[in-house]
Structure formats: structure tokens, C-alpha cells
């Protein structure tokens, strides 16, 4: 169909939605695929955010006021599980679908990424997040963290890492700790040893403390794969106070238990 349309011209399809699909969402989502293709080697600042003074942007963006944006969203949604598994046909659809958008619609396109979460479309995922990063939009650790797990669960555990590299590693006195915490994860199941050591002393290097053992214990698993067994023995050493003091935890609410059983078998002899 958007074939099709090419073949008519934006001129013409244009003319049609004026006259008669004002309100019609497909056409208007089948004709800004048109304009997005013909302005495809534009950054969207110049193909889709002109000063909207002209003529064309006021009918484009008062048609596109006519549908709700629950319906937009939907819509997005549906047709990229449509799509065939291209990155010009997603980034395509995705030009086409803010260019009715007077603003870049971070919010819808953060419903849109929860969507396709729960429909498990990691790859799908992984293309809207990086389409997005190409606009200089949604650069945030919130979004680096999505992309890091869509990663991770589309297989791409190299990738992963270059893109740690790139955006994340440089800043480690700043990286949330669940953050470090999942590529340390990404690191022991993909047995990427090396580099997961190196992300951990990364972290001390900054005084960074983890703040729970299964991260020590990685760690120490990592160092015994790789046979350097005193280094593994330091390091349970210094972090010997995480897994005494869960022991403690433990220990305390098995005796609070026990105590509540005992005071009701108490009460039943009386």
C-alpha cells in the first residue's frame, strides 16, 4: 500500500486527505509514510520540525489534532508488529508517525516500548529505542537501561557491551548500581569474565560499594573461572560483612518465627 501510494505522489494523496479523510487516520498515517520517504535523507529537524509557518505543516498537524492519542499509539503499536524485520520500513513508519506531531512525542513512544515489553518483541524494541537515540532524543540511564535489557534478551550481549562502552562506562561514579548491577549479569551469563571484573573494579575505583552479595558473588565466580583464586579469596574478604550480616537477617526473623509458634503452643496447653 505505501508502494502504491508512491507510485500516486504526495501531491495527490494530499489533495485526497484535504477533501475528504480529514479525519481518517490511516490515510493520514499512509500519507506522512509518503512525505517521510521523500524526505528520508533529512534529519527529522529539517523533515518533520519546520517552523510551522507554513501552510502544509498548519493542515498536516490540525489533522493530526483530530486523532486521539490513544488511537496514535495504537496504531503505531500494531503496525510495527506488522513490519517486516527491516530497520528502513521501522525507522520509516516511525518518521511518518511523529511527523503529525508538533513536538517529539517521548511519552507515547515510552508507551509504545511497554507495549512491545509485554509482547516480548525484543528486536522490535531494540530498533525504536535506537531510532530514537538517532533523533538526540530519550538520552537518559532510564533509556540506556531498556535498551541494555532488550539487548541482553534479543541475544546481543556484544552489542550490549559496545554500547556500555559508548554511553554508560565512561561515568561509572554515576551509573545507578541496578544498572551496573544487570551488565555485570549480562557479563556472568555470557561469559565475558574479563570484562566483568573490569566493570567491578571500575566501580571501586570510585569507592562504589555493592550493596548486595549475589554481586560480590558473581564477581568471586568470575575470579575462580579464571583461576585467580587469591583475588577471589581477597575480595570475599572485604565484602565478608554482606553475607554475614544476611546471614543475621535470616537468623533473627527464624527466631521471631520460632518464638510466635512457641508462644501459641503455650497458649493451647493453658
Given at each position: 500500500m505505501i508502494g502504491h501510494l508512491r507510485r500516486i505522489g504526495v501531491g495527490r494523496v494530499q489533495t485526497l486527505l484535504n477533501s475528504s479523510y480529514k479525519t481518517t487516520m490511516e490515510v493520514q498515517i499512509l500519507t506522512s509514510k509518503t512525505h517521510s520517504a521523500a524526505n528520508a535523507a533529512l534529519p527529522l529537524s529539517q523533515a518533520v520540525y519546520h517552523d510551522g509557518k507554513s501552510e502544509q505543516n498548519l493542515r498536516r498537524n490540525?489533522?493530526?489534532?483530530?486523532?486521539?492519542?490513544?488511537?496514535?499509539?495504537?496504531?503505531?503499536?500494531t503496525t510495527l508488529l506488522d513490519l517486516n524485520d527491516s530497520k528502513?520500513?521501522?525507522?520509516?513508519?516511525?518518521?511518518?508517525?511523529?511527523?503529525?506531531?508538533?513536538?517529539?512525542?517521548?511519552?507515547?513512544i515510552k508507551q509504545v516500548l511497554i507495549a512491545l515489553e509485554k509482547?516480548?518483541?525484543w528486536h522490535r524494541i531494540v530498533?525504536?529505542?535506537?531510532?530514537?537515540?538517532?533523533?538526540?532524543?530519550?538520552?537518559?540511564?532510564?533509556?540506556?537501561?531498556?535498551?541494555?535489557?532488550?539487548?541482553?534478551?534479543d541475544h546481543r550481549a556484544k552489542e550490549a557491551h559496545e554500547f556500555w562502552l559508548k554511553k554508560i562506562g565512561r561515568d561509572l561514579?554515576?551509573?545507578?548500581?541496578?544498572?551496573?548491577?544487570?551488565?555485570?549479569?549480562?557479563?556472568?551469563?555470557?561469559n565475558m569474565l574479563e570484562n566483568l571484573i573490569?566493570?567491578?573494579?571500575?566501580?571501586?575505583?570510585?569507592?562504589?560499594?555493592?550493596?548486595e552479595k549475589s554481586i560480590v558473588q558473581k564477581v568471586a565466580d568470575a575470579y575462580e573461572m579464571l583461576g585467580l583464586?587469591?583475588?577471589?579469596?581477597?575480595?570475599?574478604?572485604?565484602y565478608n560483612h554482606l553475607f554475614i550480616e544476611t546471614g543475621k537477617g535470616w537468623n533473627k526473623n527464624f527466631r521471631v518465627v520460632s518464638s510466635k509458634k512457641n508462644n501459641k503452643s503455650d497458649e493451647r496447653k493453658i
Open positions: 490540525q489533522i493530526g489534532d483530530n486523532v486521539s492519542k490513544k488511537d496514535k499509539i495504537k496504531f503505531l503499536i528502513d520500513a521501522v525507522y520509516g513508519a516511525l518518521d511518518a508517525w511523529v511527523a503529525w506531531e508538533q513536538k517529539f512525542p517521548i511519552a507515547s509482547e516480548q518483541q530498533q525504536v529505542i535506537k531510532w530514537m537515540l538517532s533523533k538526540g532524543q530519550g538520552t537518559t540511564m532510564a533509556t540506556y537501561a531498556q535498551l541494555i535489557r532488550a539487548l541482553d534478551m561514579h554515576s551509573v545507578p548500581w541496578k544498572l551496573c548491577n544487570s551488565m555485570i549479569t549480562i557479563y556472568y551469563r555470557n573490569k566493570l567491578f573494579k571500575g566501580l571501586e575505583a570510585f569507592d562504589r560499594k555493592p550493596p583464586l587469591e583475588e577471589k579469596g581477597r575480595l570475599l574478604e572485604k
